[in-house]
């Protein structure tokens, strides 16, 4: 039997990691920090009470020696909290403790959840002028974080892969974040306001994220990186246009009512064929179940 330790794992990206993993017979150790309610309608993990500061803790913990290691755990990963400068630092300084703790404990590899922003923040601090948000703090966040674990993980012989998430949602995400809010707002009959929504993004389903996850630790290619996403990016508004369509409620969006302060990346940056050749991944949920099943489940929250 194939075990694996899942940090964060009571969150929305984690808990559906945890549920892919024991799905497919694996032994889970699954961390959470404060409340472990998602976990419990989960048979069959072993939930372990850790916060992420307590992290270098986990060979005291754990007597055992897992095949894989997901990171999964950030906090302040939505809302206020991504300009934390304090709390951000926090997150880069234990997920190195975890790299270290990987080495100690014997795992075959450590599987860490990125972020598209990471391309964001490079794009924006290059280039000359730009005017950044705030929220960048978070995506600078991590992508110190992976300047800084790889060469740590590499020192020690900890095979490390990183998994950049383009935008997860689904059924299940509580946060305020952009495409949870709008549909929220869609159930409520408000219309929601953007920026031009010309910039190119992606969008993958919580269920196939967990399920690339667990391709990439079992196929993946070592200290390698792959953008985990639908495959299908294209400029905001489309994805928006298509949720319009499917859920709006015939509301009408309100686009350019909100300054862009970020950049545009190429479309090339948000390919899924490096993952696909090594692992042959192929999301499952269109955009439009997708959104129709994250609907259903919120207003079933709402009631």
Same mark, same amino acid.
């Given at each position: 039997?194939?075990?694996?330790?899942?940090?964060g /794992?009571?969150?929305?990206?984690?808990?559906?990691?945890?549920?892919?993993?024991?799905?497919?017979?694996y032994?889970v =150790?699954?961390?959470?920090?404060?409340?472990?309610n998602?976990?419990? /309608?989960?048979?069959?993990?072993?939930?372990v009470?850790?916060p992420?500061d307590?992290?270098?803790k986990i @060979?005291?913990? &754990?007597?055992d020696?897992?095949?894989? &290691?997901?990171h999964?755990?950030?906090?302040?990963?939505s809302?206020?909290?991504?300009?934390?400068? +304090?709390?951000? $630092?926090?997150n #880069?300084?234990?997920?190195?403790?975890?790299?270290?703790?990987?080495?100690?404990?014997? /795992?075959?590899? #450590?599987?860490? /959840?990125?972020?598209?922003?990471?391309?964001? #923040?490079k794009?924006?601090t290059?280039?000359?002028?730009?005017? @950044?948000?705030?929220?960048y703090? =978070?995506? !600078?966040?991590? =992508?110190? %974080?992976h300047?800084?674990?790889?060469p740590?993980?590499?020192?020690?012989?900890?095979d490390?892969?990183?998994?950049k998430?383009?935008? !997860? =949602?689904?059924?299940? +995400?509580?946060s305020?974040r952009?495409?949870?809010s709008t549909?929220r707002?869609c159930?409520?009959?408000? *219309? *929601?306001?953007?920026t !031009? !929504? %010309?910039?190119?993004?992606?969008? &993958?389903y919580?269920?196939?994220?967990?399920?690339a996850?667990?391709?990439?630790?079992?196929?993946g290619?070592?200290?390698?990186?792959?953008?985990?996403?639908?495959?299908?990016?294209?400029? $905001?508004?489309n994805?928006? +246009?298509?949720l319009?369509?499917?859920?709006?409620?015939?509301?009408s969006?309100?686009?350019?009512?909100? @300054?862009? %302060?970020?950049?545009?990346? *190429?479309?090339?940056?948000?390919?899924?064929?490096?993952?696909y050749?090594? %692992?042959?991944?192929? *999301?499952? &949920?269109?955009?439009?179940?997708?959104?129709?099943?994250?609907r259903?489940?919120?207003?079933?929250?709402?009631?």
């Amino acid at each position: 039997m194939r075990s694996a330790i899942v940090t964060g /794992a009571n969150g929305f990206v984690g808990s559906e990691i945890v549920r892919n993993l024991v799905s497919h017979g694996y032994k889970v =150790y699954a961390l959470y920090n404060r409340s472990k309610n998602r976990l419990q /309608a989960i048979e069959g993990c072993q939930a372990v009470h850790c916060p992420m500061d307590q992290l270098s803790k986990i @060979p005291g913990m &754990i007597q055992d020696s897992p095949d894989f &290691i997901f990171h999964c755990a950030w906090s302040g990963s939505s809302g206020g909290d991504r300009t934390n400068i +304090e709390l951000q $630092l926090s997150n #880069v300084t234990s997920s190195c403790a975890l790299i270290e703790v990987a080495k100690i404990v014997g /795992a075959k590899r #450590v599987i860490v /959840a990125g972020s598209i922003m990471e391309d964001e #923040v490079k794009a924006v601090t290059d280039s000359n002028g730009s005017h @950044p948000s705030k929220s960048y703090i =978070y995506g !600078a966040a991590k =992508y110190s %974080t992976h300047m800084m674990a790889k060469p740590l993980a590499v020192s020690l012989g900890v095979d490390l892969v990183w998994a950049k998430i383009t935008n !997860a =949602y689904g059924v299940g +995400e509580l946060s305020p974040r952009m495409l949870n809010s709008t549909i929220r707002k869609c159930i409520n009959m408000e *219309p *929601p306001s953007f920026t !031009a !929504a %010309t910039q190119n993004y992606d969008f &993958i389903y919580v269920t196939d994220v967990a399920e690339a996850f667990r391709l990439i630790a079992e196929k993946g290619s070592s200290y390698s990186e792959y953008v985990v996403g639908s495959g299908q990016a294209k400029p $905001l508004r489309n994805f928006l +246009e298509d949720l319009r369509l499917s859920i709006g409620n015939g509301l009408s969006f309100l686009y350019g009512n909100i @300054p862009y %302060t970020g950049v545009n990346l *190429p479309i090339i940056q948000f390919s899924t064929e490096t993952l696909y050749r090594d %692992t042959g991944f192929k *999301p499952q &949920i269109a955009f439009s179940e997708g959104v129709t099943l994250t609907r259903d489940w919120l207003k079933e929250q709402e009631n």
